[in-house]
């Protein structure tokens, strides 16, 4: 049985966290085929015995319903685990917009408590920056839920240089949750700066591309239609045009997989483990041979040359789509 032994700490924080974590969105939101709460329940708990501490859920995933399959699957260990949730969607759906008014972040805190069936949350993230709302009445009102002793540590994502400072000299943020991999690499330019002087550490979602980078996706690929991939509309990349422009990048992954016995996927989970010891990726899956493959990753080590390669060969291509639809993108902080 493979596992995970390898942990890290987010930041400055000393919130220690398996070296890899995961992703649970997609055991009922977003992508397909989805687990019923049996199947998502054994996953979760197979994923713990593996040496995985580090789950990742939102309020928003469902909505609801995924926080109810970590709260089933992870109380009898819960002592073992360091569970993640978020708050900031109008009555916890994105489709109907951003909320992060203080009294809607402490209905959410509640809530989330009784879902996951705990008496805190270790990690508390605004899910999308809310420009109606003051960031440092964000960061008090976590400031006050963490005194009460209902959360452990406040988290960002997809939050902007200047929101983070300003959130961070309200209450410390431990972690800021991004989109980052050899596909997106923007956090480069100015957030992985930003988070490195102040100490917070980076929680890579979609570290694989949402599965582009695995190498088990072309353009022949048939997304079902519940699969927010599907045909491009929510994700302009997965179009097929886009997807065989940028069969490139995975090549250039394979061909180093290859030299190392390793799958694609492990390549690209490496390289970002690689790029700081505060980068904890939490990719997701609904398959525990696909945990096992990912976890691995922790004891692969890329030589200097194998990721110079990656990283200038990657740099060099023209990665075609956005990685959002319009109305998506509306909800990114800059």
Known sequence: MQTITKTRTLGSSGLEVSALGLGCMGLSFAYAPKLDAAEAVALLRAAVERGVTFFDTAEAYGPFTNEQLLGEALAPVRDQV???????????????????????????????????????????????????????????????????????????????????????????????????????????????????????????????????????????????????????????????????????????????????????????LAWILAQQPWIVPIPGTTKLHRIEENIAAADIELTDGELRELTEAAARMDIRGDRYNEQMQQMIDR
């Open 82 to 268: 360091v569970i993640a949730t978020k708050f900031g969607f109008k009555d916890g759906s994105p489709a109907n917009g951003l909320d992060s008014r203080p009294e809607r972040i402490r209905q959410v805190a509640d809530a989330s408590l009784e879902r996951l069936r705990t008496d805190r949350i270790d990690l508390f993230y605004q899910h999308r920056v809310d420009p109606e709302v003051p960031i440092e009445e964000v960061a008090g009102t976590v400031k006050e839920l963490i005194d009460a002793g209902k959360v452990g540590h406040f988290g960002l994502s997809e939050a902007g240089a200047d929101t983070i400072r300003r959130a961070h000299a309200v209450q410390p943020v431990t972690a800021l949750q991004n989109e980052y991999s050899l596909w997106w690499r923007e956090p480069e330019d100015e957030i992985i700066p930003t988070i490195e002087e102040l100490g917070i550490g980076l929680v890579p979602f979609s570290p694989l591309g949402k599965g582009f980078l695995t190498g088990t996706i072309d353009e022949s690929t048939e997304f079902d239609e519940s699969d927010n991939r599907s045909g491009g509309a929510a994700f302009p990349r997965f179009a097929k045009e886009n997807i065989r422009a940028n069969q490139a990048l995975v090549d250039l992954i394979r061909r180093v997989a290859a030299g190392k016995d390793a799958t694609a996927a492990q390549i690209a």
